[in-house]
C-alpha cells in the first residue's frame, strides 16, 4: 500500500497541474482547431483493423509478400539464392538468413513466384537448372504448389516438378509425379513472416471475382451515415479519410484492385454535409508503397514508390483529387502522402513533390489545407519547416504514438503520462512557433504497452493527449474510427468512457476527469 499511494498522486496531480496549466496559458480557439478521426482500414485495408475480411481466403498464410524458407527433405538443407540472387541456386545452407529466405508473390490459391533477398526472382529460364536472375517475372518465374501441411511439391507450369540433386542443385527435371516419401523432390517450407494484410493481398488472395463482392460489402457497411452521427454528437468536427492511389482509375483500376472506392468517398462527402462535418482527404497508399507497409498497399513490402513515373503517376492523383473535390464545401485540405519512409524516401525527392503537389492544388483552390506528412523513423519534423513547402494555408501532420518503439515497452503508466508532458508538448509548442505550416496531430491513440491498465489510467493517459495535441495550431485527427483492437477503436472509447470526447476543458466534461482522479486516489486508498 505504501508504493501504491505515491505514484497515484504523483500522476492525478501531473495530470490536473498540466490541465491547469494549459487552460490558462492556452489563447488559441480551441473551438474552431481540427478535433477529427480517421476513417482508417476502409478505403484503404489494414487486416489488424478488421481481420474478418482475410477469413475466407483460400492459402491465407500464403499470401503476396508472405516470407517462406525452403528445406530440402532429402538433403537437410535449405534453398539458397547465393549472394542474394543473381546467379544460381544452391541447395546446402544448414541453416536460414536472408538468402535462404523469398518473397512470396501470388499468381493464384496455388501458384507462386519467389522473389529473393535482391530483388530476383527464381527462374527455370536456364534449362533444367533453376537460378535467381530473373529481374521481372513472367511463365518461367510461375511455380505450381502442392501442398501437405508444410511440406511441398514444386512444379513448373509445364508440368515439371523440382527436385534437389546429390551435388546440391535445384533442377526441375524430377522423371515423375512424386509421392510424399519421395525425399528429393519434397520440401519442407517455413513461413517467417506473413504481416502484410493491405489491399494487394486481400484483393489478390480471393482473385477478382469474389474480391469485388468482399469489397463492396465492407465499403457498404463498416463506414456508414450512422457512424458520422455519433462522432459528429461526440467532439468531433472533420474525418480524415485515406484512399489509395487507385481511386483515381475507379471503377475499373489496375490488377489486383477493385473498384468502388471513389463511389464510397463521395459518401463520404455527402454525409459529412449532412452532419456539419469536414474531409480532409489523405493519400495514403501511393503506386510502388512509400514505406513498404500493408496500409500504403506495398505488394511484398518493397518501397519503389521513389521513382519519376511513380511520383508523376502520383501527383495525377492529386490532381485527379483536387480537380474532383475543390469545390466540395466539406473539403477541409488534402494530404500529398502519408508517412513516407525515411530510410527509403530521400527528403529531396519527398519536398520537390510536396512542392509540385501544392501548386496542383493550389491550382484548383486557394484555400484548401494542403499537408505534408513527415517521414516516418530517423526524420526531424523541423525538416519540413525549413523546406518553403507553399505560402498559404499548409500544415505538417505528426504521428504520436507511445508505440512502436523499445523505448515504450517498459513505461508504467505515469512515465506514459509524463512523456506526453515532457516531451510532446514542448516539440508541439516549439513548432508552433516555427515560422511556418501549422502543426497536425494527424494520428494518436489511446493505446499503450502497460499490461491491466485501469479504466481510469486510459482515460487519464488519453485526457494527456487530447490536451497537449489540443494545443497543435491545426488540431488532431484520433486513428481511428472502428477497429478490432478496442483501444484503437474510437467509437467503443467513447461509448466506454476510456475516452472523454471534445474539448476537455468544457465543465461537464473536466469535471468528469477531475472525478476520475479522484477516483484512482480513492482506489490507492482501498
Same mark, same amino acid.
Given at each position: 500500500? /505504501?508504493?501504491?499511494?505515491?505514484?497515484?498522486?504523483?500522476?492525478?496531480f501531473?495530470?490536473?497541474?498540466?490541465?491547469?496549466?494549459?487552460?490558462?496559458?492556452?489563447?488559441?480557439?480551441?473551438?474552431?482547431?481540427?478535433?477529427?478521426?480517421?476513417?482508417?482500414?476502409?478505403?484503404v485495408?489494414?487486416?489488424?483493423?478488421k481481420?474478418?475480411?482475410?477469413?475466407?481466403?483460400?492459402?491465407?498464410?500464403?499470401l503476396?509478400?508472405?516470407?517462406?524458407?525452403?528445406?530440402?527433405?532429402?538433403?537437410q538443407?535449405?534453398?539458397?539464392?547465393?549472394d542474394?540472387?543473381?546467379?544460381?541456386?544452391?541447395?546446402?545452407?544448414?541453416?536460414?538468413?536472408?538468402?535462404?529466405?523469398?518473397?512470396l508473390?501470388?499468381?493464384?490459391?496455388?501458384?507462386?513466384? +519467389?522473389?529473393?533477398?535482391?530483388?530476383?526472382?527464381?527462374?527455370?529460364?536456364?534449362?533444367?537448372?533453376?537460378? /535467381?536472375?530473373?529481374?521481372? =517475372?513472367?511463365?518461367?518465374?510461375?511455380?505450381?504448389?502442392?501442398r501437405?501441411?508444410?511440406?511441398?511439391h514444386?512444379?513448373?507450369?509445364?508440368?515439371?516438378?523440382?527436385?534437389?540433386?546429390?551435388?546440391?542443385?535445384?533442377?526441375?527435371?524430377?522423371?515423375?509425379?512424386?509421392?510424399?516419401?519421395?525425399?528429393?523432390?519434397?520440401?519442407?517450407?517455413?513461413?517467417?513472416?506473413?504481416?502484410?494484410?493491405?489491399?494487394?493481398?486481400?484483393?489478390?488472395?480471393?482473385?477478382?471475382?469474389?474480391?469485388?463482392?468482399? +469489397?463492396?460489402?465492407?465499403?457498404?457497411?463498416?463506414?456508414?451515415?450512422?457512424?458520422?452521427?455519433f462522432?459528429?454528437?461526440?467532439?468531433?468536427?472533420?474525418?480524415?479519410?485515406?484512399?489509395?492511389w487507385?481511386?483515381?482509375?475507379?471503377?475499373? =483500376?489496375?490488377?489486383?484492385?477493385?473498384?468502388?472506392?471513389?463511389?464510397?468517398?463521395?459518401?463520404?462527402?455527402h454525409?459529412?454535409?449532412?452532419?456539419?462535418?469536414?474531409?480532409?482527404?489523405?493519400?495514403?497508399?501511393?503506386?510502388?508503397?512509400?514505406?513498404?507497409?500493408?496500409?500504403?498497399?506495398?505488394?511484398?513490402?518493397?518501397?519503389?514508390?521513389?521513382?519519376?513515373?511513380?511520383?508523376q503517376?502520383?501527383?495525377?492523383?492529386?490532381?485527379?483529387?483536387?480537380?474532383?473535390y475543390?469545390?466540395?464545401?466539406?473539403?477541409?485540405?488534402?494530404?500529398?502522402?502519408?508517412?513516407?519512409?525515411?530510410?527509403?524516401?530521400?527528403l529531396?525527392?519527398?519536398?520537390?513533390?510536396?512542392?509540385?503537389?501544392?501548386q496542383i492544388?493550389?491550382?484548383?483552390?486557394?484555400?484548401?489545407?494542403?499537408?505534408?506528412?513527415?517521414r516516418?523513423?530517423?526524420?526531424?519534423?523541423?525538416?519540413?519547416?525549413?523546406?518553403?513547402?507553399?505560402?498559404?494555408?499548409?500544415?505538417?501532420?505528426?504521428?504520436?504514438y507511445n508505440?512502436?518503439?523499445?523505448?515504450?515497452?517498459?513505461?508504467n503508466?505515469?512515465?506514459?503520462i509524463?512523456?506526453?508532458?515532457?516531451?510532446?508538448?514542448?516539440?508541439?509548442?516549439?513548432?508552433?512557433? /516555427?515560422?511556418? =505550416?501549422?502543426?497536425f496531430?494527424?494520428?494518436?491513440?489511446?493505446?499503450?504497452?502497460?499490461?491491466?491498465?485501469s479504466?481510469?489510467?486510459?482515460?487519464?493517459?488519453?485526457?494527456?493527449?487530447?490536451?497537449?495535441?489540443?494545443?497543435a495550431? +491545426?488540431?488532431?485527427?484520433?486513428?481511428?474510427?472502428?477497429?478490432n483492437?478496442?483501444?484503437?477503436d474510437?467509437?467503443?472509447?467513447?461509448?466506454?468512457?476510456?475516452?472523454?470526447?471534445?474539448?476537455?476543458?468544457?465543465?461537464p466534461?473536466?469535471?468528469?476527469?477531475v472525478?476520475?482522479?479522484?477516483?484512482?486516489?480513492l482506489?490507492?486508498?482501498?
Open positions: 500500500m /505504501a508504493t501504491r499511494l505515491p505514484r497515484a498522486g504523483l500522476l492525478v501531473a495530470v490536473l497541474l498540466a490541465a491547469f496549466r494549459l487552460a490558462d496559458s492556452s489563447t488559441d480557439n480551441s473551438s474552431s482547431k481540427v478535433r477529427a478521426v480517421n476513417l482508417g482500414g476502409w478505403l485495408v489494414e487486416g489488424w483493423i481481420p474478418s475480411l482475410f477469413d475466407g481466403v483460400p492459402n491465407r498464410d500464403m503476396d509478400g508472405t516470407q517462406v524458407q525452403l528445406k530440402s527433405v532429402g538433403l538443407k535449405y534453398v539458397c539464392a547465393g542474394g540472387g543473381g546467379s544460381n541456386v544452391t541447395v546446402d545452407r544448414d541453416a536460414a538468413s536472408s538468402w535462404e529466405t523469398f518473397k508473390w501470388r499468381i493464384s490459391m496455388n501458384e507462386f513466384q +519467389f522473389r529473393c533477398f535482391n530483388g530476383q526472382f527464381l527462374t527455370a529460364s536456364d534449362g533444367d537448372v533453376i537460378s /535467381a536472375t530473373a529481374d521481372s =517475372p513472367g511463365d518461367f518465374e510461375t511455380f505450381y504448389i502442392e501437405n501441411n508444410t511440406l511441398l514444386i512444379k513448373l507450369l509445364n508440368g515439371s516438378y523440382l527436385q534437389v540433386t546429390d551435388n546440391n542443385q535445384l533442377t526441375s527435371n524430377y522423371p515423375s509425379q512424386p509421392g510424399w516419401d519421395d525425399a528429393m523432390a519434397t520440401f519442407e517450407m517455413t513461413i517467417v513472416a506473413n504481416n502484410l494484410h493491405g489491399d494487394y493481398q486481400l484483393a489478390n488472395g480471393y482473385g477478382p471475382d469474389k474480391a469485388k463482392s468482399v +469489397f463492396e460489402e465492407h465499403r457498404k457497411n463498416f463506414v456508414s451515415g450512422s457512424d458520422f452521427s462522432i459528429s454528437q461526440n467532439g468531433i468536427n472533420a474525418v480524415r479519410i485515406p484512399v489509395g487507385w481511386i483515381a482509375y475507379d471503377p475499373d =483500376p489496375p490488377a489486383p484492385f477493385i473498384g468502388g472506392s471513389l463511389n464510397a468517398l463521395d459518401r463520404a462527402f454525409w459529412a454535409q449532412i452532419y456539419g462535418l469536414k474531409c480532409i482527404i489523405d493519400l495514403h497508399a501511393a503506386p510502388g508503397s512509400q514505406n513498404g507497409m500493408e496500409h500504403s498497399a506495398s505488394r511484398d513490402g518493397s518501397v519503389d514508390w521513389p521513382s519519376e513515373a511513380n511520383i503517376k502520383t501527383l495525377d492523383v492529386i490532381n485527379f483529387l483536387a480537380q474532383r475543390a469545390d466540395n464545401p466539406c473539403l477541409l485540405g488534402i494530404e500529398l502522402l502519408n508517412e513516407p519512409s525515411a530510410a527509403a524516401v530521400p529531396d525527392t519527398l519536398v520537390s513533390y510536396y512542392k509540385t503537389g501544392y492544388v493550389r491550382s484548383y483552390s486557394d484555400t484548401a489545407y494542403v499537408i505534408f506528412c513527415q516516418i523513423g530517423n526524420a526531424d519534423p523541423m525538416e519540413l519547416y525549413q523546406a518553403y513547402l507553399g505560402a498559404t494555408n499548409t500544415v505538417v501532420d505528426l504521428h504520436y508505440l512502436f518503439d523499445p523505448y515504450f515497452e517498459k513505461l503508466a505515469t512515465e506514459n509524463q512523456f506526453i508532458y515532457k516531451n510532446r508538448l514542448p516539440q508541439v509548442q516549439s513548432l508552433n512557433s /516555427a515560422n511556418g =505550416p501549422l502543426v496531430i494527424g494520428e494518436w491513440v489511446n493505446e499503450w504497452n502497460v499490461t491491466n491498465a479504466q481510469v489510467q486510459y482515460q487519464l493517459f488519453g485526457n494527456a493527449q487530447l490536451q497537449v495535441y489540443g494545443e495550431s +491545426f488540431g488532431w485527427s484520433y486513428w481511428t474510427v472502428k477497429c483492437s478496442v483501444h484503437w474510437y467509437e467503443w472509447n467513447i461509448r466506454n468512457r476510456y475516452l472523454i470526447g471534445g474539448s476537455l476543458l468544457i465543465s466534461n473536466y469535471m468528469l476527469l472525478g476520475g482522479c479522484l477516483m484512482y486516489l482506489s490507492a486508498l482501498t
